[in-house]
């Protein structure tokens, strides 16, 4: 009797190990914290273009519609937040996507308007942003990446056995969205040429 009942806690806590009780929330802040990285490349972004705007403004004053509209683009991007706890929502996560798909739009349009003033591609304030501008870019490439990789891992986990009984009736877990091309620019990418 006293064999099963030190046996029994034993394999209780063996069984308890081994179901995701653990690894769940550890991957799910692993979506969050890649989620986190991803909203900062964005903001990075957002912040560069009030001086991108600034820059070409100085050089391109009769193409005011292109810069109101890459302003437009960045407030509206900007407005569109999505918090750890909608990255399961389908359609938040598209709506955020679709935001910061017409803010590239909007700066894929003022790059076309640099084109037509070479004094401004020559500028040395505009060639640091079109630098960062482009490495911005870059990061925000990497950091979906990793935020899909994250996502990845965590839907096999809450998917998967013996983690799935976890998942399912102590958290509750839903998949995570993935961040997916939009329809719109998913075939063609934008083209930026200085």
Avoid: H
Avoid at 29 to 50: F, H, K, M, S, T
Avoid at 183 to 188: F, L
Wanted: hydrophobic share 40%.
């Amino acid at each position: 009797m006293r064999v099963v009942r030190l046996a029994l806690p034993l394999l209780a806590a063996l069984s308890l190990s081994a179901c995701g009780i653990n690894s769940i929330p550890t991957k799910e802040e692993g979506v969050n914290a890649a989620w986190g990285e991803v909203e900062n490349q964005y903001q990075r972004r957002a912040d560069l273009i009030p001086n991108l705007v600034s820059t070409v403004q100085g050089y391109a004053k009769q193409e005011q519609a292109v810069l109101v509209g890459v302003t437009e683009a960045r407030a509206k991007a900007t407005s569109v937040q999505l918090n750890p706890g909608d990255l399961s929502d389908p359609a938040k996560v598209a709506a955020f996507s679709q935001a910061q798909d017409g803010l590239s739009s909007a700066l894929s349009r003022l790059m076309v308007v640099v084109e037509k003033y070479p004094e401004l591609k020559s500028d040395q304030n505009f060639l640091a942003l079109q630098s960062q501008l482009e490495g911005t870019e870059n990061r925000i490439s990497v950091a979906r990446r990793d935020y899909n990789e994250a996502v990845r891992v965590y839907n096999v986990e809450i998917r998967t056995f013996p983690a799935i009984i976890a998942a399912k009736t102590i958290y509750g877990a839903s998949p995570k969205e993935p961040f997916k091309a939009t329809a719109a620019n998913a075939e063609t990418a934008p083209q930026v040429k200085f």
